[in-house]
């Protein structure tokens, strides 16, 4: 009797409507606080959390609990394949609506998969440049390298969430403990002139000594992105390695560019020595090794590797003008060597805005790019950005998709064939 009653409620359609209802009130909720969140934090706020605890809404923080993304839709699967089950009819007058309900259930089970197994990751570089890694948007990590003999270069790396709980961290491929005295998810940077410098320095040691690090505060748009930095001190049973700053100013090859150029009426040469000073190696040394130590993007490793041949931007003819010099854009597209020494592969391949790479389990999009007249003439060197992807489950939505449609359109045509044998007889 008990089994009968979870039965019935898991396989009821007021379930439904319910879970349905909550999801609208979650879309609306989650939508809306994307202005005060942002879309990445509002994303993971309400959509992938079991349970949603406060909301942020028109600058106010509102007291609510709500079923969260994976909740509802972890109940609406159960009560479609409970329902689906119970109700499960195999005769040809039902074959299309289970087709249909298989299909959902698919959908569900997909977006499930997805949201929990994918990873959107970018690729960054200049023609000539060759990359074997991609690179996170919105996910940073310490990372330390040394020199480990006939083993070549040892990386280890600590991901940001660690370093923003804060606290002692241990790691036991590295010989020293690290604290965390400040952690910013967002952060600005400024060059100590000798008439700005209006502070004492975070610290005496590396990057701090030259610039200024200050918390800012998270962004919210979508071209737009937070860049940590945190002030870490290390030490040994021996004793302590000082205060440090590591931040992802000093990691990102785009930033750097950026700083360079932010103090470019100072006149080149000047700016590149800033720039120079920003990216000086940080290292410390401990049990015998030198540790060289930046905050950068989270990188993840391919077995094989893509290099710029040529980066191709194209505009509509006409489009070039005094006001808008860059014209409208036509065509990206990066001419790219992909080598894969395991297996002797070396090709080369193009990618455009409609027709990706797809090559070991890894997508490439064409994302972004600098390049064409406007690059050539102020004497960059073209670059392209490339949006890599992993999706294990990217097929289950056009097989969802296909088995609803093939549901609906059996059980139509088995209607319609009935419809029009009745009216034949009469």
Known sequence: MFIKKIVAFF???KLTVVLLAFAIVLVFIGTIAQADEGLYAAQS???RQWLVIGAHLFGRHI???LPGGYLIGTLLLVNLVV????RFQLTPKKIGIQLAHAGVILLLVGQLATDMLAREMQMHFAEGDT???SESATEYELNFASADGAKGEQIVSIPEKMLARGGEIQNGYLPFAIRVKSFWKNSDVNFRAPMMQNAPPLSTNGVARNFDFKKADDVRTMDQRNIPTVVLEFSTPAGPLGVWVASDWVGDAALVEAVRNSYAQMGMEMAQKIAAQLVAPQAIEAGGKKYTFTMRPERVRHPFSLTLLK????????TITTGNPEGIPKDFRSLVRLENAAIGEKREVEISMNHP????????YQYQMDAGQVTQQAGRTPTSVLSVVRNPSWLTPYIGCAMVGAGLVIQFMYH???FISKQKKK
């Open 311 to 318: 980066a191709t931007h194209t505009v509509y003819p006409g």
């Open 131 to 133: 990359r074997n890694y």
């Open 45 to 47: 706020h309400y959509f």
């Open 357 to 364: 790479l797809r090559y070991g389990g890894y997508t490439y």
């Open 416 to 418: 319609l064939v009935g």
């Open 63 to 65: 007291p609510l609990i």
């Open 83 to 86: 329902a689906h089950i119970y």
């Open 11 to 13: 396989s009821s359609l």
